[in-house]
């Protein structure tokens, strides 16, 4: 692996003069497919025979890769397609194929963050052999019924032990007049029981089913594992922190320093506006709710919550009974999925696990797209026998897909390397992450050994 360091340092120290100036390329190829999905190709003059390809590019990302020699794709999906992951990924491989036809790359990594991080595992799990490698990054991997389902599980405990007596409205949205007032329905209940010992230890319980990061404020370390009052802040900041376009509310900052540039936005309205107005657009594309909660016994999914000693110590010291608090969720569970929107999901929104090749994951381990995530998929890897094709890596770092330029190119440079000598060998230990991220002069870097609990919300398995 030394080896491999010096090989990139080197190609890095000559990239970073490029940096300084512009990152040159010889030539720009662009197309659009059927239907109206676009792309674009910039190859360098010095170009290494390998595409990288971004579902949702970044500039500074690209860049660094076109400095060591990699030719960089993008895609713009279609007009109106929507949280469509399915479609999404059928434009892309029709992209790839002109691709093939016009520049004719050697070798195709494909990258994918979030959403298009589901697109991606799509894309290598596709057959057609358009791709020899991908990354995926923060990867919505459980597929959309599974997210729903836990965004249901949070949303349910909120409204069950929060808002007694309120009527909120979770599923079958008509009209962003209902998401509007869900949300704020939602976030004025959690503002509410942050006042109180018996309020936080329920928010805790929320964050346990809703898989809400303890991790809150990126200018300190994570809260020590038994520190679970400094968890529940992180909790509630992240169910209800606003932080878009300088704009800041409701934020516990339990002491700690504001970073520069305010607090890290984890998406545009904060995570409980995020989870019904992406409820919505589901709903309307699979034609019903996708997610369901009858029969659930929240008892047991609490059991294998990786956050349960802290929910029983809030517990305790609110002097609060939690049995009783998780029978009336299970008693108060009867939210059914509609047959043909969970079909829909099957067919547009699922990923199989059945791996065609290598694929590098990184996440966050502060990312409300869960590392859990992670467990479900590698569990769908090995049922499928592709277990050899796949790496989780983790770095520490507080947001939704918050890479830095050094961690997203360490994590291409792994899979080039891997496709190229057909073992991964060390090369995605943490350490090993690290070292290769830090000699590309690129910044800071965070590669940390982590591992993620069990996905709780699959209705289908067990956790």
Request: aromatic share 6%.
């Amino acid at each position: 692996m030394k080896n491999v360091y010096r090989r990139f340092a080197a190609a890095a120290a000559m990239g970073a003069a490029l940096l300084g100036a512009s990152a040159a390329w010889a030539q720009t190829h662009e197309g659009t497919v059927a239907g109206g999905a676009k792309w674009s190709v910039e190859v360098p003059d010095t170009w290494n025979g390998v595409l990288v390809t971004f579902g949702n590019p970044n500039r500074e990302v690209g860049a660094a890769l076109q400095a060591l020699g990699f030719a960089v794709g993008r895609f713009t999906a279609r007009p109106g397609i929507g949280l469509r992951p399915r479609e999404w990924a059928n434009d892309q491989l029709a992209s790839l194929r002109d691709i093939r036809t016009r520049v004719a790359p050697r070798t195709v990594i494909s990258v994918g963050y979030s959403g298009p991080g589901l697109v991606n595992t799509m894309l290598s799990e596709d057959a057609g052999g358009l791709t020899q490698g991908a990354v995926t990054g923060c990867a919505l991997s459980v597929g959309l019924r599974n997210l729903f389902n836990a965004h249901l599980d949070g949303a349910h405990a909120l409204s069950v032990l929060l808002a007694p007596g309120e009527t909120i409205k979770l599923v079958d949205f008509t009209d962003a007049l209902e998401i509007n007032r869900t949300v704020a329905q939602m976030r004025a209940a959690v503002m509410r029981a942050q006042q109180t010992p018996e309020g936080r230890a329920r928010i805790a319980l929320v964050g346990a089913f809703g898989l809400m990061p303890t991790w809150f404020d990126p200018g300190a370390a994570p809260p020590g594992a038994d520190d679970f009052d400094a968890q529940e802040i992180a909790q509630y900041n992240h169910l209800t922190a606003l932080n878009v376009n300088g704009i800041e509310s409701a934020v516990v900052e339990g002491g700690a320093q504001r970073p520069e540039g305010g607090w890290p936005a984890v998406t545009a309205g904060g995570n409980l506006s995020f989870i019904a107005h992406s409820r919505f657009d589901i709903e309307r594309l699979a034609g019903g709710n996708t997610s369901s909660n009858v029969g659930v016994d929240y008892a047991r999914l609490l059991a294998q919550a990786p956050t349960r000693r802290q929910v029983e110590a809030l517990y305790a010291r609110a002097g609060l009974d939690l049995a009783a608090d998780l029978r009336r969720l299970s008693e108060a569970a009867n939210i059914s999925a509609a047959p043909g929107a969970i079909a829909w999901t099957a067919q547009n929104a699922t990923a199989s696990g059945r791996l065609r090749v290598p694929m590098l994951s990184i996440r966050p381990i502060s990312d409300i797209a869960g590392p859990q995530y992670d467990t479900w998929y590698a569990a769908r890897v090995r049922e499928a026998g592709k277990s050899g094709l796949l790496r989780q890596a983790y770095v520490q770092e507080v947001g939704h897909c918050r890479f830095t330029p050094a961690e997203a190119t360490a994590a291409v440079l792994t899979v080039k390397a891997r496709i190229e000598s057909g073992r991964w060998g060390d090369s995605t230990a943490p350490q090993a992450l690290q070292a290769l991220a830090e000699s590309l002069n690129l910044g800071r870097a965070a590669f940390v050994s982590f591992t993620p609990g069990p996905f709780l919300s699959d209705r289908d398995r067990a956790p």
